[in-house]
């Protein structure tokens, strides 16, 4: 495994772990989804923009390049998966929302074996049950304590399979750019998808303080940050090694549940968990050099 980029990527989605929380106090403090997805994905892009000046890129030279493509899946398949996720924590108890939601990587074997004809190993099939076996113990206490509402179900059903071909595009798409233009283009899609949605459904804005931080915190950490480091590191791990190291974010919500929300740590979540680290420390193990790695050396767009 390129050891850098699954760095990248476990430190990405360890910052992931903190949205469903900051996602619950934006929607109490009187934010729609839509209104939460535009504002977040806005003041991202316009940090994220703030780094392309100072790198100097060429916009122009990428979207003659190609990156028109990214935005354009960002619009697309981006816009839905997330709208399916942050729709579903809405009135799903988020233990089933993410039991449901991390069922993508093995939707992404399958688009990688049906749709892109490439070999899934053995080992790699192994290390997602594992993972996804931890995934259900996590979220056992949120199938017992809470009840399924059908909406939220028919929002999360759909999430992990767009996601899958999400990541699939994504993969083979950033890796042709330098992480800051291809996280330009893809969240220029994504803010241009729901800045439509604000326009036609109406806006909303937080009423608090706290929900400004926590929407500062969407924008800055687990969106222009994780937009750049997920352009670096898919690319290089290919969809079906990204799609297992994104569960360190399963790890990081029951540590944030036990830490900062003072919920009880289970033994079942706890065994959870392990089963989690276990999985992605395995394939990391397990897995040859450049085995399922898509990423091209970046067209320059730089001056």
């Not at 060429?58 to 003659?64: I, N, P, Q, V």
């Not at 816009?79 to 089933?96: N, W």
């Not at 993410?98 to 053995?122: D, I, M, S």
Request: net charge positive; charged share 10%; aromatic share 12%.
């Amino acid at each position: 495994m390129p050891w850098r980029a699954g760095l990248v990527a476990a430190g990405t989605n360890v910052m992931f772990g903190f949205v469903p929380l900051a996602a619950r106090g934006l929607y109490a403090d009187g934010l729609s989804t839509w209104s939460l997805l535009c504002w977040r994905y806005l003041f991202a892009l316009v940090i994220v923009f703030a780094g392309i000046r100072l790198a100097r890129l060429r916009l122009g030279a990428a979207l003659r390049q190609g990156a028109w493509r990214i935005a354009l899946v960002g619009a697309s398949l981006g816009a839905a998966q997330t709208f399916c996720y942050f729709q579903s924590l809405r009135s799903l108890d988020t233990g089933i929302a993410v039991l449901l939601f991390y069922t993508f990587p093995v939707v992404t074997l399958g688009v990688e074996r049906f749709c892109f004809r490439r070999q899934v190993a053995l080992s790699v099939l192994l290390c997602v049950i594992v993972i996804f076996v931890g995934a259900a113990l996590i979220a056992v206490p949120g199938l017992h304590n809470g009840t399924i509402d059908s909406r939220g179900l028919a929002w999360a059903i759909p999430g992990p399979i767009i996601y899958a071909f999400y990541l699939a595009a994504n993969a083979r798409l950033l890796g042709r750019h330098p992480p800051l233009i291809g996280a330009g283009f893809l969240y220029g899609g994504l803010a241009a998808a729901y800045l439509g949605a604000v326009f036609w459904f109406g806006a909303s804005l937080p009423a608090s303080a706290p929900g400004w931080l926590s929407l500062a915190f969407l924008a800055l950490g687990p969106g222009a940050v994780a937009a750049v480091a997920q352009s670096y590191s898919m690319p290089r791990l290919g969809p079906p090694t990204y799609a297992i190291i994104v569960n360190c974010e399963l790890v990081t919500v029951v540590v944030v549940g036990a830490v900062v929300l003072g919920e009880k740590l289970t033994p079942t979540s706890a065994l959870g968990g392990g089963l989690i680290l276990t999985g992605i420390l395995l394939h990391g193990w397990v897995r040859r050099p450049q085995r399922d790695r898509i990423a091209k050396k970046p067209r320059v767009a730089a001056g």
